[in-house]
C-alpha cells in the first residue's frame, strides 16, 4: 500500500529529474543537500520503490520515475497556477463580475465606472447586462448575477410578492433636478417650481413609475398644471426633446449627470433644483443566499461610494 506523499516531496523530486543530481536540486531550492536527500528517501519510502539508481554520484532515473515526473508536473503546476488565481482573487485582479442594471444608468455611467474599475486588471471578466428593475430584483432573487443596480419607483409593489430573505438591498436616495433647455426663461432660476412650470409641456416616465405620481403631486399641491407632452421608459430618451426646447422634465440625478458627461461644452440643458422635492431612490441589490467574492464586495463599495457622489454634487444646486 502507498504511502502519503507531499507536495514538497515531488518538488524535490521534480527539481532532481530536471537536474540531475541532488546538490543542484538543493542550490535551485535554496536548501541543504541532507534536507533534499532526506526528502527524496521519504518520498522513495511512501512509495514502497527507488526511483532512481545510484551510479557513483549519478542519479540516473528508472522509468518509473519518467511516469511520476509528468504526473507531479501536472499536479505542481496546476498548484501553481491555482495559487496564482487565488492571489488574483484576493488582490481584485482576478475573478468575474455578473452586473444587471436599469436602463439609464447602463447606457453610459455604469460602462464608463466599469471600465475605470477593471482598468490594470485584464483577467477580470465582466458581463453587463440591461433589464427593467423589476426584472433586475427576479433576477437576483434567482441569484442569476452578482450585483444589480435598480431604483425604487417599483420595488416597493414587486418586493411583495419577493421574500426579503432572497436579496439585500442598500438604498441610496436623493431628490430629483429639473431638465430646462439652455435658453429657457427659467435656465438662471437658482431653483424651479411646480408653479413656474405650469402648464408648460413636459416630459415624463411612463404611468406607472413612482415618480410620475409623485410629480403629478408636486403640481396638484402647488396649484400647477402638469401637462404631460411625451412619456419614456427611462429619462435618458427624454434630454433629445429638451434639447429641442419642446418640453421641460423631472429627472433624477443620475441621468442627468450621463447626459452631463456625454454632451460636455455641448450641452443643451441645464438642471436645475425643483420644488417641492420629489424624491427618487437608487437600490443596489445582491443576492442574499450567497455571499459576494471579494472583487464583488469591492465593486460595490467602491460603485455606492460614486453613487453618492453625484447625488451629493447636485444636491440643493445647479448641475452644470
Given at each position: 500500500?502507498l ?15 530536471n ?43 528508472v ?11 501536472e ?37 464608463d465606472?466599469?471600465?475605470?474599475f ?11 447586462s ?41 438604498r ?41 405620481s409623485?410629480?403629478q ?40 449627470k450621463?447626459?452631463?458627461l ?45 453613487v453618492q ?11 452644470q
Amino acid at each position: 500500500m502507498l504511502g502519503r506523499m507531499n507536495l514538497q516531496q515531488l518538488t524535490v523530486f521534480r527539481e532532481i529529474m530536471n537536474t540531475g543530481s541532488v546538490s543542484a536540486a538543493a542550490r535551485n531550492l535554496n536548501r541543504t543537500q541532507p534536507a533534499v536527500s532526506a526528502s527524496l528517501k521519504a518520498l522513495e519510502g511512501s512509495l514502497g520503490m527507488a526511483l532512481f539508481h545510484r551510479e557513483g554520484r549519478r542519479l540516473v532515473a528508472v522509468p518509473e520515475a519518467r511516469y511520476l515526473l509528468s504526473e507531479a508536473s501536472e499536479i505542481l503546476d496546476r498548484l501553481t497556477a491555482t495559487r496564482s488565481n487565488m492571489e488574483g482573487m484576493r488582490n481584485r485582479v482576478r475573478g468575474s463580475l455578473r452586473i444587471v442594471a436599469m436602463p439609464g444608468p447602463s447606457a453610459f455611467l455604469m460602462p464608463d465606472f466599469v471600465s475605470r474599475f477593471s482598468r490594470g486588471a485584464p483577467d477580470v471578466r465582466v458581463t453587463l447586462s440591461t433589464r427593467s428593475s423589476p426584472q433586475i430584483l427576479n433576477l437576483i432573487a434567482a441569484q442569476s448575477f452578482d450585483i444589480g443596480f435598480c431604483d425604487l419607483g417599483v420595488t416597493d409593489a414587486i418586493t411583495e410578492d419577493l421574500p426579503d430573505e432572497l436579496f439585500k438591498m442598500v438604498r441610496v436616495n436623493c431628490e430629483c433636478l429639473c431638465a430646462v433647455p439652455r435658453h429657457h426663461p427659467l435656465a438662471d432660476y437658482p431653483s424651479i417650481t411646480a408653479a413656474d412650470l405650469d402648464g408648460q409641456p413636459m416630459g415624463t416616465l411612463q404611468f406607472g413609475h413612482a415618480t410620475v405620481s409623485d410629480t403629478q403631486n408636486a403640481f396638484d399641491t402647488s396649484g400647477a398644471l402638469f401637462n404631460v407632452k411625451v412619456d419614456a421608459q427611462y429619462f435618458l430618451p427624454l434630454f433629445n426633446f429638451v434639447e429641442a426646447e419642446q418640453i421641460c422634465a423631472i429627472v433624477d440625478p443620475l441621468s442627468a449627470k450621463s447626459y452631463l458627461l456625454q454632451k460636455g461644452q455641448a450641452s443643451g440643458i441645464k438642471f436645475v433644483k425643483f420644488e417641492p422635492a420629489v424624491p427618487f431612490g437608487y437600490a443596489l441589490v445582491t443576492p442574499l443566499r450567497r455571499p459576494p467574492s471579494l472583487l464583488a464586495k469591492t465593486f460595490s463599495e467602491e460603485w455606492l461610494r460614486y453613487v453618492q457622489s453625484i447625488v451629493d454634487s447636485t444636491s440643493g444646486m445647479c448641475a452644470q
